[in-house]
């Protein structure tokens, strides 16, 4: 699908101002209604490994920790705990200098991250197309269209998040405790390096299979979601991969 040639400049995490601050205790009340926030550790880590995801740190820059915690509104403290639990799962490399950066990609590397989402994702799916109801399939369909936006000015940052939204509202309907978490780890360890690579080469190189998942999940044919996911994943990552990658 061809895209207009403006691409997001890369976003750095460690820019200010440009991630969310976690939510405390006190952001939210009981007379707002609103349910009580997760323990600060938590969120601390959802928003690190979301942007370690979308490819908001930029991969061969290190960040710190002070850096980190300055752009999350936290103390270091719950961020050093998030960076040892994401390092342990593959996505981050603590440096002896104590700065953290994403790890290189490798051609070795590149060809296990193909392997294990086109293993994955399918049977994710699959798992989950039972449960998807037309509220969900909505927000499939939300995401899709926020995906077609980007593609067509170019928006990296915006594609990143809106591609990452539509599979895992797919993946999240399956209330699988084994196969979803294996998944985000795998998008650990390929997310910065996607962001790099639209940066480089513009959002023209995708090949889009996102509306053969939503035919098939209307039309509840989990051999076509299983076909078109695992098309959607084996033609993305085979264009980047020769974009960027020499053997």
Do not use: C
Not at 129 to 135: E, G, M, R
Not at 223 to 228: I, K, N, S, V
């Amino acid at each position: 699908m061809p895209s207009r040639s403006r691409t997001a400049a890369p976003l750095e995490i460690e820019r200010p101002g440009r991630a969310r601050p976690v939510r405390t205790a006190a952001a939210g009340s009981a007379q707002d209604g609103a349910p009580p926030p997760a323990p600060i550790h938590d969120q601390v880590y959802d928003a690190l490994k979301t942007a370690i995801v979308t490819g908001r740190i930029v991969p061969g820059r290190a960040v710190t920790l002070r850096g980190l915690a300055a752009t999350l509104g936290v103390s270091p403290m719950p961020v050093r705990e998030a960076i040892r639990r994401i390092s342990a799962e593959g996505g981050l490399v603590i440096h002896p200098n104590r700065r953290v950066s994403v790890p290189d990609m490798t051609r070795a590397r590149f060809d296990e991250v193909v392997a294990a989402r086109s293993l994955l994702e399918p049977e994710a799916a699959a798992r989950a197309l039972p449960h998807i109801d037309a509220a969900r399939l909505a927000r499939i369909r939300a995401a899709d269209d926020d995906i077609e936006r980007a593609l067509e000015t170019g928006d990296v940052e915006d594609y990143m998040a809106s591609n990452h939204r539509f599979h895992f509202e797919i993946y999240g309907a399956a209330r699988s405790e084994v196969l979803v978490p294996l998944i985000e780890s795998v998008w650990l360890r390929f997310g910065p390096f996607m962001r790099l690579v639209y940066g480089r080469f513009g959002t023209a190189i995708l090949i889009d299979q996102h509306e053969r998942a939503i035919e098939a999940i209307a039309a509840r044919d989990e051999a076509g979601l299983r076909a078109a996911i695992r098309a959607d994943i084996l033609d993305g990552m085979n264009e980047i991969g020769a974009a960027s990658l020499v053997d």
